[in-house]
């Protein structure tokens, strides 16, 4: 395992020297839900409230943007131990939102930090909301870099509805990519929304950031 993650890293490494272009990074794998049970509940960084996370920042941005759409109703895919949630939740009033999330821990995180939301334990692959669900917008938030099939889940979004999303610029032992710069991801996802952005926020002094994308589900 460890002989595995070294060989992944110097392979990223030598590529990163070389110039040679792997868009986008990879080094860690796509886990179970059990793995986000054991993950949530031994982090601290989860049980903050939501003023405290290094996200903080971040998703203030995302919520204003959300206002600013005037959206009434909110899918959120891979809503984790509801952070966000009680940010939006303490912000906009009138908005109805529905976390989904595969990690019964974080499920029940997200219960108790916000029991005006809604929240459901599911597998996104399996379930089938972003079908049958009437919502004007959908958000996820760190999500997509924890899944190889990112692409197929962001085309089921109803055409014609807002996608705010985030995505990493560093490796985890549960991403399996991460992005260097905006135009990877544009590259990556912008075909699929019309009006797509991508804007970098620094999450702190080391170079660590989020990009925050935005777009209209395309026709
Ligand atoms: C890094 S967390 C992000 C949580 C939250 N959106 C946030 O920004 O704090 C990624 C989340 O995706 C969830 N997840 C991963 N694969 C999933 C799947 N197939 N279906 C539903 N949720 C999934 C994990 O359980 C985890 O809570």
């Known amino acids: 395992m460890i002989r595995r993650f070294s060989r992944r890293l110097k392979r990223v490494t030598v590529d990163a020297l070389r110039g040679t272009k792997r868009t986008p990074l990879r080094i860690g794998e796509q886990k179970a839900s059990s793995w986000y049970d054991a993950h949530y509940a031994g982090s601290e960084e989860y049980r903050k409230h939501y003023t405290e996370s290094v996200y903080y920042a971040g998703w203030t941005v995302i919520c204003d943007r959300l206002l600013r759409h005037r959206v009434t109703s909110i899918l959120d895919i891979g809503c984790g131990p509801g952070q966000f ?52 917008a959908v958000v996820s938030l760190e999500f997509l870099e924890h899944v190889e099939d990112d692409i197929p889940v962001l085309q089921r979004i109803r055409p014609g509805t807002l996608f705010i ?6 490796p985890s032992a549960s991403h399996v990519r991460h ?6 991801i544009t590259e990556r996802y912008g075909h699929l929304f019309s009006g797509f952005t991508v804007h970098k926020h620094l999450l702190n002094r080391a ?13």
């Open 85 to 136: 949630a009680s940010l939006l939740s303490e912000n906009a009033d009138n908005v109805q939102y529905l976390g989904l999330d595969f990690c019964a821990e974080a499920i029940r995180m997200a219960e108790s930090v916000c029991p005006t939301c809604r929240f459901l334990e599911t597998d996104v692959f399996v379930d089938r909301n972003l079908e049958d669900l009437d919502y004007d």
């Open 165 to 170: 999303g985030s995505v990493p610029n560093f």
């Open 179 to 184: 992005f260097t710069t905006t135009e990877e």
């Open 207 to 219: 170079g660590r950031c989020l990009y925050v994308m935005e777009g209209i589900r395309r026709h």
